[in-house]
T-cell receptor, first 115, second 115 residues
């Protein structure tokens, strides 16, 4: 158990819908990262938040957005869902001392299926 | 230039044998190279990591070899066990320069160890 929790574990929805994925980082971790894992694209970095502020952006679609709240939990919002958005979404957290190659601890993921 | 290339895609090894997975990168700004292990239905977990100022790092049966001039690094699993059967991802980040520890992942290697 990494100490990172993600809810829900599974999500099935229809095209055009909007969903929210939730992540609670390990106690004391200030950085939260979101990654998407799909068969054709592998593990892709989406976005990072550090202590409530956006730190880095990767290949995140405009239909996707995220935020980190004062209690440091984070939410990833996916809207106007398409079939191709079906994937595993992982959240990871780290202490947040940027630039020191800290270990990122991954949650168990949310499996999203868009029908 | 942000890519990390990983090979082979899959690997079958007999119990007790040596498993070798290779990765290559282009961006010399990368300064942290972790390997992650992922079991089905689980999130990736850090196995071992190295920085470019050392050429080798060993932790138990797992060793990373790093060749800075060739921009390559590899994971060696000695005395491979059936319990090592998992997908392995190499990754890289450029924390100091990029002000973020976002990970760029290789495409993954599925390792199967047969008794």
């Amino acid at each position: 158990d990494s100490g990172v929790t993600q809810t829900p574990k599974h999500l099935i929805t229809a095209t055009g819908q909007r969903v929210t994925l939730r992540c609670s980082p390990r106690s004391g971790d200030l950085s939260v990262y979101w990654y998407q894992q799909s068969l054709d694209q592998g593990l892709q970095f989406l976005i990072q938040y550090y202590n409530g502020e956006e730190r880095a952006k990767g290949n995140i679609l405009e239909r996707f957005s995220a935020q980190q709240f004062p209690d440091l939990h984070s939410e990833l919002n996916l809207s106007s869902l398409e079939l191709g958005d079906s994937a595993l979404y992982f959240c990871a957290s780290s202490r947040g001392a940027l630039g020191h190659g800290e270990t990122q601890y991954f949650g168990p993921g949310t499996r999203l299926l868009v029908l | 230039q942000q890519q990390v290339k990983q090979s082979p895609q899959s690997l079958i090894v007999q119990k007790g044998g040596i498993s070798i997975i290779n990765c290559a990168y282009e961006n010399t700004a990368f300064d942290y190279f972790p390997w992650y292990q992922q079991f089905p239905g689980k999130g990736p977990a850090l196995l071992i990591a190295i920085r470019p100022d050392v050429s080798e790092k060993k932790e138990g049966r797992f060793t990373i070899s790093f060749n800075k001039s060739a921009k390559q690094f590899s994971l060696h699993i000695m005395d491979s066990q059936p319990g090592d059967s998992a997908t392995y991802f190499c990754a890289a980040s450029m924390g100091e320069l990029g002000n973020t520890d976002k990970l760029i992942f290789g495409t993954g290697t599925r390792l199967q160890v047969f008794p």
